[in-house]
Every structure is written in C-alpha cells, then in structure tokens.
C-alpha cells in the first residue's frame, strides 16, 4: 500500500500559525501526513503536541537579511530533503520566497505560494524594489499560486509579478475562513473568563467602535485618530476599544493619539483569544492601507457586527458596501468619520448591517467550508503530480 499524501505548510513566525488554526488537524484527519514549518516558539512547540502534526523550526529573519537568509534556506532544503512532501504551500513573504526556493531546488512534486497580502504597497523606493523582486522570485518558483482575495489577485497581475494563468482564488477567498460555531456556542471555559464590559471600563450606554489586531503603521490608526477628532467635534459620543498589542519596531504614537480625541481608548493589549470582546462593540473599524483578506471582519460578521473599511487591497473583498457594512477611501478620515456616525447613531441599521454580515460570512466563509476547498485543491495538485511524474 502507497504512502498517505504527504504536506508540508510554512509560515515565516509561530505567530503566525493562527492563520491555519485548526487546518493541519483538519488535513490530518482527511488522510494526510501533515508537516509544518514556522520559526520556533510558543506556537509551534503547542502544535507539536498534536497527534498526526510533525513540526519543524526554521529560524527566519522577517527583514531581509543575507546572511540570516542563506542560513534559513539551508535549513529549509535540509527539512524538505528528509521529509520529502508531495506538495508544499508556503505563506507570508519570508516563508514563502526561502520555502519556495527550497521546494524548486529539491525537487518536491508540487510548490504552492499562498499569497497572504503585499508588503511592497507601503513601501517606497529601494525598499519597494526589493520586496517586488522578492515577490516575484517566490511566485517564479511556485507552480500555483493562491490568493486569498480576488482584489489581491488583480493586484499582483497589475504589477506585473505574476501572469493572469498562474494565481487563482478558491471560493470567495480567506485563507482559512471563521469558525462561526465557535462565536454562536463559546465554550463554558471561555464564557466564564470572558470580560465583562465593568471590566473593560466600558460604558453600556454609549455604541462601541472595535478596533483587532497588531498596531502598525498600515492598519491606520493615525487616520482613526483624525476621525475620532472629527466625531468628537460633532459631539458624536463613543467608546474606542482596542484589542491588539504593537507590532515588532512599530511606534505607540498612533495608538496614543487615537486615544487622545474624546473618550480615552480602551486598550486591551495583545490577548491569545480576541473572540470574546467582540460581544462589546457596535461597529468594527479597520482603516488599513493594506490587507490580504482581514480575517477580523469576517471575525466580526460572525459575532453578527457590521464593519467600516477602506477600500484597500484585500479589504474591499472583506465588505459588500451598505449591506455588511460601509467602506470608505484608504486615508480618507472625513469619509471613515461620516460611515462611522452614521453607524453609531443608528442602532436599527447596526443591527440590520450586523445581521446581512453573520449571513454573508456564513453562506461564503464558514471554515469547515473553506478548508474543504482548499483540500480539495490540494488533492487534485497530488494527484495530478503522481499521475504525471
């Protein structure tokens, strides 16, 4: 009897595996012998305890780094040399450019780039640049990519990185959809340490805008900020709750002054599970300059909130304007204050746009669903890569 599939997913950091959370199992128990590669730490090492879930740690520098990087590529060919997978997909900019190297030197059957987002779209001169090459060399070397989002998909071509032929997006997009189940029935653990708004320092009379995920320059706050001051001169009165902790090299200045206009923020810093405070906004707002597909939007569409985004790569796909909920021109503050006042001033249309969102997320990006596409995908790579070697 033949050997079961064997997969190997990458990622850059061990923070990052919670953007598969839960797929490797899934994969597991679909018949696969499942590998994953990361950075050590916390993260990873919980994942090694998995049954039927082989992990392997790979230092990897998030900068470009020459050194650093010849060193992890080494290492990379060295795993995909013992462990001899069928089909690799890799994701995030360094996984995906030294693990894709690594797949094409070593001959393994099959090399799929998950494109996750664009790091060049913030960046400018030599920088820019760089990050275009480095795209470009690890879509080169795959044989497919997937995007998680179709507006990322256009993006990618526009720039000229990759022909219309070779990127693709399974369903709606996501890259590993939102466990509606979990928001509709918590657990009673969780329930019971859940935070309560008294906690929180929340006021249940005035509406709430949420804010998840890391504080860097690209989410936007600093055009948060300049809303906040526009709502507040209004006499709009709300709730900022922030839920997230700083980014690696990212400054305090944005979440300092996004806490400055009205009501100070509510900041939660970084928490291992962001379902529960969910339960404590009215609106979600991500005014971010980039994204691949924000899995905090379909985060809030399960807990039934309606969200205000921007129409920036990835997150246009996130929002069906006026139905989920209202996207606004990346940077534009006067524009996110207005989707924002409307919002918060109407709790008829908050809980209409909150309700179209639960459904929208559950018809398209529920993650039992979305799993099953991408496993379907992957087994039609193997099984076309057998038949053809």
């Not at 070397?141 to 070779?166: F, H, P």
């Not at 928490?271 to 924000?294: Q, S």
């Not at 503050?333 to 179209?356: F, H, K, P």
């Amino acid at each position: 009897m033949s050997r079961p599939p064997r997969i190997l997913l990458g990622v850059t950091a061990d923070m990052s595996l919670t953007l598969m959370r839960g797929f490797p199992e899934f994969l597991r128990d679909q018949g696969w012998d499942v590998h994953v590669v990361s950075a050590p730490g916390p993260a990873l090492s919980a994942l090694g305890t998995v049954d039927g879930v082989t992990v392997h740690a790979i230092a990897m520098a998030r900068q470009p780094s020459p050194q650093q990087d010849l060193h992890s590529l080494v290492a990379w060919c060295r795993v995909l040399r013992r462990v001899r997978p069928d089909l690799i997909s890799v994701g995030t900019p360094k996984a995906g450019l030294l693990g894709g190297i690594a797949g094409f030197l070593t001959r393994v059957p099959h090399r799929v780039y998950l494109l996750r987002g664009l790091r060049l779209e913030t960046s400018t001169g030599v920088q820019r640049r760089i990050f275009s090459v480095l795209e470009r060399v690890a879509m080169g070397v795959a044989q497919d990519t997937v995007s998680v989002s179709r507006s990322l998909r256009q993006r990618v071509i526009d720039l000229g990185l990759v022909r219309e032929g070779k990127i693709r997006v399974l369903g709606q997009g996501s890259s590993n959809g939102v466990n509606i189940a979990g928001f509709a029935q918590p657990s009673a653990a969780a329930s019971l340490h859940a935070p309560t708004a008294a906690s929180l320092g929340i006021d249940p009379n005035v509406p709430v805008i949420g804010f998840v995920g890391r504080l860097t320059k690209d989410k936007g706050l600093s055009v948060l900020a300049e809303a906040r001051e526009i709502l507040t001169g209004r006499g709009v009165d709300h709730q900022l709750l922030v839920v997230g902790g700083i980014d690696e090299g990212a400054s305090e200045s944005a979440l300092t002054n996004a806490g400055a206009a009205g009501r100070a923020a509510i900041q939660t810093g970084h928490v291992a599970n962001v379902r529960p405070f969910y339960a404590h906004m009215d609106v979600l707002c991500l005014p971010t300059y980039r994204e691949g597909f924000p899995n905090v939007v379909l985060e809030a569409g399960a807990a039934g909130i309606p969200t205000v985004t921007t129409d920036a790569t990835g997150a246009v796909d996130s929002v069906i304007d006026g139905q989920t909920g209202m996207t606004v021109a990346v940077g534009s503050a006067v524009q996110l204050a207005a989707a924002l006042e409307t919002l918060i001033r109407d709790a008829s249309l908050r809980q209409t746009m909150g309700a179209e969102a639960l459904r929208h997320v559950t018809e398209n990006f529920n993650q039992p669903d979305v799993w099953r596409r991408i496993h379907a995908f992957y087994l039609d790579v193997v099984t076309h890569s057998r038949r053809s070697l």
